[in-house]
């Protein structure tokens, strides 16, 4: 499996930005895709995770309300559209994709890709 991601750069507070993720190696559309992100200094943090259909997406606490998750299985890529950016949404984000059709926190998501570096300036 390959997931390239793209989109990152730096925004300031209460800026937008529109990650996304390329998949390959695998029929992107039986799968759950995500997106996690870490920041210096702490663990790797989950963000989001969409369903195989889209009909399903669930939310970290911290950007619910602020983030949404989008795909598109025609394209084999995922979407994660950054609305009101914090200073404390700064981390390398990462597109990860599942074992299974939808999120399942025990099983987690095996396949990671590079990331893709967000900077919110204050």
């Known amino acids: 499996v390959q997931l390239q991601a793209s989109g990152g750069g730096l925004v300031q507070a209460g800026g937008s930005l529109r990650l996304a993720c390329a998949a390959s190696?695998?029929?992107?559309?039986?799968?759950?895709m995500g997106w996690f992100r870490q920041a210096p200094g702490k663990e790797r943090e989950f963000v989001a995770a969409i369903s195989w259909s889209g009909s399903s997406t669930n939310y970290a606490d911290s950007v619910k309300g602020r983030f949404i998750i989008s795909r598109d299985n025609a394209k084999s890529t995922v979407y994660l559209q950054m609305d009101s950016l914090k200073p404390e949404d700064t981390a390398v984000y990462y597109c990860?994709?599942?074992?299974?059709?939808?999120?399942?926190?025990?099983?987690?998501?095996?396949?990671r890709g590079k990331g893709t570096q967000v900077t919110v300036s204050s």
């Open positions: 990860a994709q599942g074992s299974g059709a939808v999120y399942s926190p025990r099983a987690g998501m095996p396949y």
């Open positions: 190696g695998r029929t992107f559309s039986n799968y759950v």
